[in-house]
């Protein structure tokens, strides 16, 4: 645990904590096709499995570990005692085949003469069975955002041969660099502008590596969390001969200044040229690359649990939340330990709540028409492993799949008058969530930086892939009164730096009221889908019309951030 907040701040979460009880005791549905439950949530409940959750004794969370068999077996437990069912077969556990490719510390790197100091200047692995990468005179090929995009009309390779070449390229796409220029959607980012896609994009093009030169603004997080992420075992799902780029990383904005320069040219002239066009462009230096690799295969696991419709058992209504994080790293002196309260020990507790309120309905005799499954997704964190093994190989199949509603990192800053749905304005599914805003008198707007891709960087984006409509929401950026605000800022020093680092632990004085808040606009929202025949669909205009398209013939635009 981190220093505490001086008396006077714990008078005030004293009075926020006081609030949240008077507030989220009692949380009523909107009406709907049925009449509305009376559900309880028990903030020292939620409290408690966050705090267990993300305590040493879990060592972080990470796949394959001993912290994944005491999670696998806390969460295990908990559903049973809900009463809810396993839902491979009985079995709570659904199998993710991984492998944990592991670059070794000590790495020889040079690019264009300079030397490189491994996490310092530059973070790379390989996802290869290979036991090592041994490059030599390899060369350097500046490809812009190395995106290959027809319906935009831009192809950063075309016309270059990449075999046996590294990639190199921008974070982000051309729309955050230059947003009034129509290109793309503008500072919302797309998934082009992802690291996953940019390193298969380089795959499918032949190249012999990818490399993202790292911009804190357009990245939307600083080198920190690169170095804390992409170092150690990387974990990812075993796949048949994949194509896939020999080595992969980044490198930062002041070293890949330098290496352009060395090369007789100009970086930010260049970041401006690609911003305006498609464009790649040979470096005419090379790198020598080398450092061993070690893979080790293990089976991780998703929790998966179910409890059952009364009328259309075969439909289901889904809830995901991923347990893992990014475990312990031994070569810190200090703490070693990503306990990951936040992110997102906080969100797998939420739907453990949210399924007790679901549970206790059942035994009440009022259960939902409709199946409800929970999914604790492992290896979120090394790319949405869990959850795409699910979406790839369902334990109910995705034409029963009614929706997702998506937990991660919940809100520990208080109450909240509005409520960020990410991507909005994707889906019809949203629609429930703002129907169940009412009662509260919320407000539901897009979030504050569509520039960070919030869509595509949790669980939800693997089911929506495959056409299943998928909310990622919560929180918002209005605190409920002055007091909120007042500490909000204050939890806001304290957090700060803390995504994806030893910070994120449990803390007593985080005011929980906004969360709970937010699992009951959930448990609202889902609760009134599983009563009902509805199948929602995306908008016309959206990435994922084409696999389940929405009732409305008319796009729906996404409702303009905060200025």
Known sequence: ?????????????????????????????????QESAQVNFDEARFREDIKTLSSDKFEGRAPTTHGEKLTLDYLTTAFKEMGLSGANKGDFLQAVPMVSYTADEEQAISFAGIELK???????GSRHDNGGINIKDAPLVFVGYGITAPE?????????????KIAVMLVNDPGFAKPESGLFNGKAMTYYGRWDYKYKEASDHGALGAIIIHDTAPASYPWSVVENSWTGAQQDLVQSKAKR?????????DVATQLFTQSGLSLPELMDKAANGSLNYPLQQTANIQFANKAEYANSYNVVATLAGSKTPDEHVLFSAH???????????????????????????????????????????????????????????????????YAANPLYPIDKSVAVFNLDSTNIYGRTSDYTIVGKGKSELEEYLIKALEPLQRIAKAERHPESGGFFRSDHFSFAQKGIPAVFAGGGSQPIDEATSQYKAKMKLIMKGCYHNTCDEYREDWDLSGALE?????????????????????????EFHRLRAA??????????ADE
């Not at 491994?118 to 790379?124: C, E, M, S, T, Y």
């Not at 009732?551 to 303009?560: C, D, H, L």
């Open 118 to 124: 491994h996490r310092k200047d530059i973070v790379l």
């Open 518 to 542: 937010d699992i009951g606009v959930y448990f609202n929202a889902a609760h009134a889908l599983a009563n009902s025949d509805d199948w929602p669909g995306y908008y016309q205009g959206t």
């Open 245 to 253: 780029v020999q080595v992969e990383g980044w490198i930062t904005l």
């Open 551 to 560: 009732k409305s013939t008319e796009a729906q635009a996404a409702i303009s």
């Open 1 to 33: 645990m981190r220093s505490l907040l001086p008396v006077s701040a714990l008078a005030l979460l004293s009075a926020c904590g006081q609030q949240a009880t008077e507030t989220q005791s009692h949380v009523q549905t909107p009406t709907q096709s």
């Open 323 to 389: 347990w893992d994080h990014i475990g312990v790293d031994e070569s810190k002196t200090d703490d070693k330990i990503y306990n990951g309260a936040l992110d997102n020990a906080s969100g797998t507790a939420g739907i453990l709540e949210i399924a007790r309120q679901f549970a206790q309905q059942a035994k009440n005799g009022q259960p939902s028409d409709r199946s409800i499954t929970f999914i604790a997704t492992t290896g979120e964190e090394q790319g949405l492993l869990g959850s795409r093994y």
């Open 152 to 164: 935009y009309n831009w192809d950063d390779y075309q016309g270059i041969d990449m075999t046996g």
